[in-house]
């Protein structure tokens, strides 16, 4: 099966920038969504197809995918960006995979 | 607005079975492939099953073949999980979650869940 390695916790300043990392074997190949899910919510999608953006989330959000990693880039981070933040792709042999998560605190 | 509404969660015994429904509001819903992806408290989320637009196609997690059943009723814009012979370890959060049509595709909304909780 396909793993998605997160850090588990990842800490920024206020107003400063914060990347989270999702590593996976040649995930570059693949096709990387993220999700953001504050507490007791369900997860909300940030990022999908490595770095398109829905409506309605902040340019602030942005990603990229090349190698064996992706990652997500929360720009001048707000308090209320702290959350916990998956990647997840589709995989031929593992299916529709997720990483552990990330939990993002903002100091 | 999109909304997916879940509901038939609750307490049920290990081995035994349980229904969960979810309501689908606010867009075409033949239109979309749709997903129950399950959260255990403190871990990341598990796909568990899709199905496509005319119910003709449905996969699941090799941990749940067998067991559970997935299926739509496109007329009431409802979708379906049928749980059978579950098992502690199947406790969490399941969400009803709608994709595009194709195995890459992101989930673009999720309902706000329903609590399972397997155990004597």
């Known amino acids: 099966s396909y793993v998605l390695t997160q850090p588990p916790s990842v800490s920024v300043a206020p107003g400063k920038t914060a990347r989270i990392t999702c590593e996976g074997n040649?995930?570059?190949?693949?096709?990387v969504h993220w999700y953001q899910q504050e507490p007791g919510q369900a997860p909300v999608l940030v990022i999908f197809?490595?770095?398109d953006r829905p409506s309605g989330i902040p340019e602030r959000f942005s990603g990229s995918n090349s190698g064996n990693t992706a990652t997500l880039t929360i720009n001048r981070v707000e308090v209320g960006d702290e959350a916990d933040y998956y990647c997840q792709v589709w995989d031929r042999s593992g299916g529709r995979v997720f990483g552990g998560g990330t939990k993002l605190t903002v100091l | 607005e999109v909304q997916l509404v879940e509901s038939g969660g609750g307490l049920v015994q290990p081995g035994g079975s349980l229904r969960l429904s979810c309501a689908a509001s606010g867009f075409t819903f033949t239109n979309y492939w749709m997903h129950w992806v399950r959260q255990t408290s403190g871990k990341g989320p598990l796909w568990v099953s899709r199905i496509n637009i005319d119910g003709s196609s449905a996969a699941y997690a090799d941990s749940v073949k067998g067991r559970f059943i997935i299926s739509r009723d496109n007329a009431k814009n409802t979708l379906y999980l049928q749980m059978n012979s579950l098992r502690a370890e199947e406790t969490g959060v399941y969400y009803c979650v709608r994709a595009e049509s194709g195995t890459a595709a992101p989930f673009d909304y999720w309902g706000q869940g329903a609590l399972v909780t397997v155990s004597t």
């Open positions: 197809y490595d770095s």
């Open positions: 040649n995930i570059g190949s693949k096709s």
